[in-house]
């Protein structure tokens, strides 16, 4: 993270640079048309302005005159065209680098998911994926564009002023430097912090908005309602302070900009006035120098916000590569190797994450070879849910190894490591799309047929026929339509249509009443016959279907067999089991006394 926060603007540009270079042709076209389009209209002031001098003096034909009102007419109706061809073509490359921009910055945070979520907040990540790029979208439209557009136009000017004189070239370019750099600096300088506070401000926002949301139960249930608006109430206040300052100095800058403007008007018509009385200018070109010299301004009226827009963008692009930057937790080996079989094998496997010195796991060892089921049982806390990730490969081994096959998984592409796998997680995701989009996660290619076919096995294709569309129902927020295990049943047809040799389950009956608990559990054995199935539980249930049962207990192995030999052991075990028995005969029996009572 220091590595980022050290990078300079210089650096920061030059890095959001690499994404225009693809569209180098398209970016020279877009800069090519802005300068046709600012040129036609200095050629349509231009001309127009000698065109009435020339009308002015009442010319025997209209013959005399027809230069300039062909002049008219074509930069008329050419700048039109330029205009429209210029919007085209820039806001086209523009939706092209946002696109690049999203793409990239998503294809880079998903190998750094373990470390963001110990180092950011979900809002700040979101912030970034959303906010911070559309800022950045501004990058090409009005702070790489205009200042060349413009060094352009000065050039153009110097041209069309350089026949009437060196002292009204020197007017002009004076004009433009102030309103081209002098202004802008000024801007820049009144504007640069509020510019990278408001950032700062806006993503502070946008994290608090996110907690907000997401905790909205648990705010309404401690009535802290007015505390959580309190302080979003405060977040936007300091952003729309920031704001506020920000349109004050937009507003300054353009009415220094004008100001700058009629000065150097007034004195390109005092200048000319005088060349004409000495006799060095026909005074028919008076009227169009004044009016060239109002129209060549147009090119400089966007520096002031380009300069203040280039500052927002830089801060957003440094938070964006304060993403990017970090290191992933795993490597993709430069030769990555596919294994011969799915079997499972953990071989004295400890880990620790970076910069800690306590072991989250230690000397863990077992098999899942094909059809094998090991339940990993322990307390919260234990490493349970570690191993799940070193298995996943979104971390490696600290020491020890984790083998498919006769391969190291550290041998293997990571995404090659997850097709083997199919995971349901204490709280799986359901996205706020259709039953049949959220299906197809596990398979995207499966039909209508396949997807009943897995929510039968899974049992849930019942409650989902119940429902007004079907499988074309959406689930709501977080698959707030269905209850907690209706919820644990579609995860686990989502992962039998998956079609993993290895079935992954974290702590799957978490939040799930007794009842609900057996009933799951029952589906999912019935549903995963002839899979290697490994269960991360703490709730002891229907644990002597399996094969193995370990029990971890601050992160090493203290006890393994199957259920029935660790119950006849009257160890770790064995009082885990008695605590369980009581809480579920305790839940049954309430549960039981409530049903007799509504009847």
């Not at 039109?80 to 690049?100: I, P």
Request: charged fraction near 20%; aromatic fraction near 8%; hydrophobic fraction near 50%.
């Amino acid at each position: 993270m220091s590595r980022v926060h050290a990078l300079s603007r210089f650096q920061v540009i030059c890095r959001l640079f690499r994404f225009v270079r693809p569209y180098s042709r398209q970016t020279a076209l877009s800069i090519c048309l802005s300068f046709c389009t600012v040129g036609a209209n200095v050629g349509l002031m231009a001309t127009s302005g000698l065109l009435i001098a020339k009308a002015a003096l009442h010319p025997i034909t209209i013959l005399l005159i027809w230069v300039p009102i062909v002049g008219v007419r074509f930069f008329g109706l050419s700048r039109a065209a330029f205009r429209y061809g210029e919007r085209y073509v820039s806001h086209d490359l523009t939706f092209r680098l946002l696109k690049e921009m999203r793409v990239w910055l998503y294809q880079r945070i998903e190998p750094l998911v373990p470390l963001l979520w110990q180092s950011r907040r979900s809002g700040d990540v979101m912030t970034t994926l959303v906010a911070d790029i559309d800022t950045l979208q501004n990058f090409y439209l009005r702070a790489v564009a205009p200042p060349v557009v413009a060094m352009l136009i000065t050039g153009l000017a110097a041209l069309l002023f350089a026949p009437f004189g060196s002292w009204l070239v020197i007017t002009v370019m004076a004009g433009l430097a102030l309103a081209g750099v002098g202004v802008p600096g000024l801007i820049h300088l009144l504007a640069q912090r509020s510019g990278r506070e408001a950032i700062q401000a806006r993503a502070v926002l946008q994290i608090h908005l996110v907690d907000m949301v997401e905790g909205m139960a648990d705010v309404l249930s401690f009535g802290q309602e007015q505390a959580v608006l309190a302080q979003v109430e405060a977040d936007q206040q300091q952003l729309a302070r920031q704001q506020r300052w920000l349109a004050h100095v937009e507003g300054l800058g353009s009415g220094l900009l004008l100001v700058i403007n009629s000065l150097t008007m007034w004195g390109v018509l005092w200048l000319g006035i005088i060349r004409v009385q000495n006799g060095q200018m026909n005074g028919v070109y008076l009227a169009m120098l004044v009016q060239t010299a109002l129209a060549v301004f147009e090119a400089v009226m966007p520096l002031p916000t380009a300069l203040q827009q280039l500052g927002e963008c830089v801060e957003a692009g440094r938070r964006m590569f304060s993403l990017t930057d970090q290191s992933p937790a795993v490597t993709v080996p430069d030769s990555p190797q596919v294994p011969v079989a799915s079997d499972l094998r953990v071989e004295n496997l400890s880990f620790r994450y970076p910069g800690s010195a306590r072991w989250v796991l230690r000397n863990i060892s077992f098999d899942l070879t094909p059809g094998r089921r090991v339940a990993v049982v322990g307390p919260s806390g234990a490493g349970k849910s570690t191993l799940i990730r070193l298995l996943l490969r979104l971390w490696d081994p600290t020491e020890g190894a984790v083998r498919m096959g006769d391969l190291d998984l550290r041998q293997m592409d990571p995404d090659t490591v997850r097709r083997y796998f199919a995971v349901i997680e204490q709280n799986a995701h359901l996205f706020h799309e259709s039953v049949a989009d959220n299906l197809h996660i596990g398979q995207p290619a499966a039909s209508m047929e396949q997807l009943r076919a897995a929510a039968v096995q899974a049992q849930i294709d019942p409650v989902v026929a119940a429902l007004p569309q079907g499988y074309d129902t959406l689930v709501g927020e977080f698959g707030t339509r269905f209850s907690g295990g209706e919820r644990q049943r579609l995860a686990l047809a989502r992962a039998l249509l998956r079609d993993a040799p290895i079935l992954v389950l974290d702590e799957p009956t978490t939040g799930l009443d007794p009842v609900t608990e057996l009933r799951f559990m029952e589906t999912l054995l019935n549903a995963t016959q002839g899979r290697s199935v490994l269960l991360i539980t703490h709730r002891l249930v229907h644990l002597e279907q399996f094969d193995e049962v370990l029990v971890v207990q601050d992160g090493e192995l203290v006890e393994r067999r199957t259920h029935v030999e660790l119950l006849g052991r009257r160890g770790v075990y064995r009082s885990m089991w008695e605590v369980e028995q009581d809480r579920l005969g305790a839940a049954l029996y309430s549960q039981a006394e409530t049903e007799a009572s509504v009847l």
